[in-house]
Structure formats: C-alpha cells, structure tokens
Nanobody, 114 residues
C-alpha cells in the first residue's frame, strides 16, 4: 500500500536548476526518514540526500553537497529535492526512498545537457 510518486524531472542546461517532488501515501509520512536516490544507466543506485523524520537534519554526499537541498512538507506528505548548478554527471533517474521499505516508485528522469 506504500506509494511513492516522483515528478518534476526534465531537460536542463548545465548550471540550471530543477526541483523534484515525491508524493507519498500508504504510511504516516512524518514518522519516516526519507531519501532521494539516483541511478544512471550502467551505474548502481546512489543516495544523494536524506532528511530525518523529526529534527529535519539533512545529509548529502560530497558529489551534491552545496548544490542540492532536500526538504519535506509533512502536511502534504511530499518530499522535495531542489537541485542547483546542475552538472552533466547529475543526469540520472531520480527516486525517493522511505526508510525500512524495499519498494521504489517509477522515478523521474533528469537530463543535464547543453
């Protein structure tokens, strides 16, 4: 019954910005740590952002730190990923992830190209 529906991807030029959304249902969204992952063809899925359930503390790998911002709207059961200064290596399918749930949504494609 868990549903994770990503949206907001598209084609952007290097240096551009994009904000992704993940609409969640089937669980008490505010109780769970949430993350964004991405996967490029031929590469393993990589976590790019995490936000805690209660204190709102965020975590980022060095590859996106300072460029990506994860946030959540618990009233709307929605997770966001604001991406700035996008680089070609950011090109991937982006997925949201709930802690302690093995499933994935359909993902949303982000392509960074000039």
């Amino acid at each position: 019954q868990v549903q994770l529906v990503e949206s907001g991807g598209g084609l952007v030029q290097p240096g551009g910005s994009l904000t992704l959304s993940c609409k969640c249902s089937g669980f008490v969204f505010s109780n769970y740590i949430m993350s964004w992952y991405r996967q490029a063809p031929g590469k393993e899925r990589e976590r790019v952002a995490t936000i805690d359930s209660s204190d709102g503390i965020t975590h980022y790998p060095d590859s996106v730190k300072g460029r990506f911002t994860i946030s959540r709207d618990n009233a709307q059961d929605t997770l966001y990923l604001q991406m700035e200064n996008l680089k070609p290596e950011d090109t991937a399918v982006y997925y949201c992830k709930r802690r302690n749930y093995d499933g994935w949504g359909q993902g949303t494609q982000v392509t960074v190209s000039s």
